[in-house]
DNA sequence: GATGAATGAGATTTCATTCAT
DNA sequence: AATGAATGAAATCTCATTCAT
């Protein structure tokens, strides 16, 4: 079997794994099942990935290649485009992103916990196994992580120097910023877009999501350069 | 054993649980290892609480009791200002929450998406067991599961009644889009809260707080009633 | 249950294991066949002993101990004799031992087997696991292994003292002389006593242990101080 | 390929898997290190050996081979010399070959050990399966099997007739202890013998060496024919 | 001859849950 | 109320062996 007949293999497995791992979640999913989806014995799947958490790490860097490759698109899109159109079209299309792949969105994310969990505690094998740790894939994926970061950091700059986008914070800030708000957009968008029913506690979804845009553009926009005059100040809102 | 011993060691097994469910996770975690912090028998908990799964809810409801019960003694201590204020004070609050409780705000998120799939997959006992479904105190959240949403959307109607809140979108989306912007801030925000010098990415957290709440208070000025004008529009930068 | 109790079942599964590990060797044998031996489950053997290899641990403690013992029971008799006979009395009682314990001397053997590959390659996870090393049972056998060698040495000694031990060499090579001629014995000696065929290669076994029994007696009278004379140097015969 | 090719394949496949199972013990070796080990295929080492317990008696083999080829050179190199110094010729090269190759002495002791727990339960497929029973190798080794007792047997005989072995017994007998004073000592000698300075229990192995040998050349001096007099009666030293 | 993908039986181990005491 | 011994289903992972190419 050559090379290319391996890989296809490859991502038959990765393609079954994402299908159960996102039916059943990671824990409650079986090697047994996962190679029983495309119709091949357990031993088939371990030829190719020497433990769940590795092909569970596979599908990360399937997640990631994916929302790279959609940001490489958009910015093609947009080569010609302001800074600030570029944020735009790759904050879009992150959006996109979370809304046709949910479950990378959801990966995306369970590897920043078991990163920030790894951080934090290196001694305690807590949630981060030594095995997954030396795996291939995750170390591919370490390879990649930042670039999504990268990507829009740059794109903000060129924007803040031509003069497209107003606010003149720390890039990294503003891109945080604007990811926090996707990011939780995503995570309390209960309503599958799939299903008829696109509303949220009686929002239709389609509106929030225009709101959430406004919002985006408000960010990249924002002239202010401190809270002065109608922020209220934080201190005075605690108790402690 | 009175009820008032019961509901005590209740308490303490709700404790211990806690601990280890947010040191190794809800997969990892045993009934034994639980037992053990508190000093008692695996029969011991079990006398209490029915089943593993139980167990976390009765975690959960904790959580979602904590939350509320510094939702109102926010609004005690604000009790004769204006809506704004008490909004505002309830987001600095749920701030609060979520870094005093990381964990307890893990847990809300994840019983959000145990609701989601369970309200889109209702025949699948996919993620939602029948018998969490029957447990007590899955049932008590659900009591109050939506009261952290209508307290606050109640005092959102409020300041917009009594002109402190300029925008006068619909309440409920002001509160999503309010409450998405912690939600990915809480997310993104790797850094542990405890050491003074925090940073993501550079940057210091202390900073993007301060950003994150000018942001908050940005949504409840919003006067814009459209984004005619500078916001572009979705569809332009999209392939699809 | 009390610890009485807990001891009685422990012995029962070690019981089983030996009677399991003896008939098909440690790498075939298997849990459950263990448990089945006696009656109770899987679950219930790994209750009593964490790992496979501890229960190994376990039995090979139950040979030290039970050769031990018969050590203890051998000098009881003999505790108004000589050296001579006190050290005559335990190599007598050590060709019993593995007459009548057959697999208990295949078990010291090959503990010595694992103690010296580990001592020769500590680096080497290969044939003693990290699991064995931690072993409650592993760590109670470091504390009496070296038993055997002290008590014999100990009894050479006062042999030595009292003139009933002509041999003036170095005890504990005295000591490993005798107990190599009692091993190899052993572990050439394939016919089973228990079996009629009482023979190897047609000698009755119990001729040839008369003469062991004769050699061992030799080693201690052996009044030589050196080999002048008599015996063929060694470095004559080789080519090397 | 001829068969001169295929032989040399089949010596380094022998090679290889000797080292392997040397190291991590048979139960662990695996048919692909084994194949790694000199670069090749699972599937190539299958097309010459029919299974990992036939390759383990190709080893064997070997190691039969190896050590009747020392006997044979030892004996030629004493060809003219009378029986007792060939005798002690073969007893040093015996001591050589487990010093130069102490995991063929081990893979010696195990086909004992499988010939004789074969012997007396035939019936059961305890330690010798079938397909081992039936495999070349394993039939190659019992045409040899015997040489090594054999030949010595024979040059005892002729050391009792030309004198120059004083010790009158069965020959087989003395031959048989002979081979356990060298199993022993071979069993129990833990030393590295690479090292100089080896020692065990503190006992320079030099030294301990010495006097085995001395032990040796005292089995074929002993002139006495009765253990009467000095010998203590094993009888009188047990309780059983 | 040689390869290595594929298989699947089988082993160890874990642990939620039960229940006799 | 509390204990902890006992269960057994289920999961991961290993690897000798086969066989199409």
Redesign the pocket.
């Given at each position: 079997?050559n090379s290319s007949?391996?890989s296809v293999?490859e991502r038959q497995i990765i393609s079954a794994a994402e299908k159960v791992f996102s039916t059943v979640g990671f824990a409650?999913?079986?090697?047994?099942s996962i190679?029983k989806e495309i119709?091949?014995?357990?031993?088939?799947v371990?030829?190719?990935f020497?433990?769940?958490?590795n092909l569970y790490m596979a599908v990360t860097y399937r997640a990631f290649q994916t929302l790279l490759d959609m940001y490489y698109d958009s910015m093609e899109l947009n080569k010609r485009a302001d800074g600030k159109r570029v944020v735009l079209g790759i904050l879009n299309t992150y959006l996109e992103f979370t809304e046709k792949h949910h479950y990378y969105f959801e990966l995306l994310m369970n590897y920043m916990t078991i990163i920030r969990a790894n951080a934090e505690r290196p001694h305690k094998s807590d949630r981060l196994s030594e095995?997954m740790r030396n795996g291939l894939y995750f170390r591919k994926i370490q390879d990649i992580h930042n670039l999504p970061l990268t990507i829009v950091v740059k794109e903000l700059k060129k924007g803040q120097k031509d003069g497209s986008i107003k606010n003149q914070r720390n890039p990294i800030m503003i891109y945080l910023t604007a990811w926090a708000v996707v990011v939780g957009y995503t995570s309390l968008n209960v309503s599958n877009s799939k299903s008829g029913r696109a509303t949220i506690f009686k929002v239709p979804v389609k509106d929030w999501k225009s709101y959430i845009w406004h919002v985006l553009n408000g960010i990249l926009l924002d002239e202010s350069q401190n809270d002065s005059g109608k922020v209220v100040e934080m201190k005075k809102l605690s108790s402690n």
């Open positions: 079997m007949k391996r293999k409650s999913a079986t090697m047994e190679a119709g091949i014995s357990k031993g088939t371990y030829f190719y020497s433990s769940k958490e095995a």
